[in-house]
């Protein structure tokens, strides 16, 4: 159980959620014939990157924010799961609203390609949609479970940071000691500070 909460775990199953999502956008999500009588329109197909283009940014969003989790610090994880929250929540709602009116979600792509006002048509969804929702759904619960479970995750330490450099073990031999005493120089410190 351990193994599938950790920070390597969930940001795969983010990145999987991103990819899904940026996979479907790059698909057909509506095809239009257009019902004209006056000039003969071939059909339209609108890919997911038009009919909903946050799907796109957000999964890319998302993508990083999976990678961004697995050096994050113990704050740094939270931020990043309520950004991922929110762009997994913008995903569900851009696949449902193309899926419950798929029309409304044409209508300037049609407009703009037909040069008529009233887009008169037969419109017909295909599965990507959906498949947007699932990813959608995946990004979501991937930060949810890091809202849960990154607090037991440890914490990572910086090799560049200070305190960590203080507190590694003394040098054991004298030349050891004496190269240790230059370095603290070279930072600006008194390796003499401390000593009686």
Known sequence: MKKLT?????????MAGALIGLWSATRTWITVDVVSSSVQIPRIAIDGATAAASVTAVSVVVLAG??????????????IAA???LAGATVVA??????RDPQAVASTTVAEATGLAQ??????LSAWPAVA?????LMALQAVLVFVFAGRWPAKASKYDRQAARSSAEPKDQSSRNIASWEQLSDGE???AGRK
């Open 6 to 14: 950790s920070a390597r775990t969930l940001a795969l199953f983010g």
């Open 66 to 79: 999976s990678l961004a989790l697995l050096i994050a610090g113990k704050i740094a994880r939270y931020i």
């Open 83 to 85: 950004i991922c929250l």
């Open 94 to 99: 851009a696949g449902l609203g193309t899926l």
């Open 119 to 124: 887009n008169v048509g037969e419109y017909t």
């Open 133 to 137: 929702v699932f990813a959608g759904v």
């Open 190 to 192: 008194d390796p003499t």
